[in-house]
């Protein structure tokens, strides 16, 4: 199993899935990087551009698109420890709280029942109260903990979700 294993565009209602337009990258690093978690580990807007544009043959990396508009930005690590890693999940401040996440999860976790797939995993740093209550709310469990894993003094908690 690849990431060409999983579809390059995704419809999921009011949410499409699609590559990242070139200038895509630039413009939600620039609000992903003023924002936590991003911007409490000091993560800056080009070193999440460079992220995004790098050429990474073992993920696909996605837009999240609302009304034709950019929402946001996903990028699944594929295969990783029997399953999907969704090693980026950002939606953008002005569109978050509208179940755009949730759809994205729904989505891979479905990708990766159809690959045979035992798991998914996330992970969220351990302040971003916000993220750590999504993924439990949406069945994650608690992995490891990993320490200055991101960041010197902060820590970051692998989050697995067992499909069945």
């Known amino acids: 199993m690849t990431p060409s ?3 390059p565009t995704a419809d999921l209602g009011t949410v499409q899935l699609r590559p990242l337009a070139p200038e895509a990258p630039r413009a939600v690093a620039a609000a992903l990087a003023a ?5 409490t580990l000091g993560i800056s807007a080009e070193a999440l551009t460079a992220f995004l ?3 990474d043959s073992g993920a696909r990396r996605y837009a999240i698109v609302v009304d034709d508009a950019l929402a946001g930005v996903a990028s699944i690590r594929f295969p990783w ?9 950002a939606i953008l401040p002005g569109v978050q709280r509208r179940g755009l996440g ?3 999860l729904t989505f891979v976790e479905a ?8 798991n998914v995993w996330v992970c969220a740093s351990q302040f971003n109260s916000d993220a750590m209550r ?5 069945g994650f469990t ?14 970051e908690t692998l989050l697995r979700k067992t499909l069945t």
Do not use: H, I
């Open 142 to 155: 608690e992995a490891a903990s990993l320490p200055d894993l991101v960041t010197d003094g902060f820590a």
């Open 5 to 7: 294993a999983l579809p």
């Open 53 to 55: 544009q790098a050429e």
């Open 81 to 89: 420890l029997k399953g999907p890693y969704v090693e980026l999940l």
């Open 35 to 39: 924002t936590p978690p991003w911007s």
């Open 111 to 118: 990708e990766a029942k159809r690959l045979g797939a035992r």
């Open 102 to 104: 949730t759809k994205v």
């Open 134 to 138: 999504f993924y439990k709310r949406c």
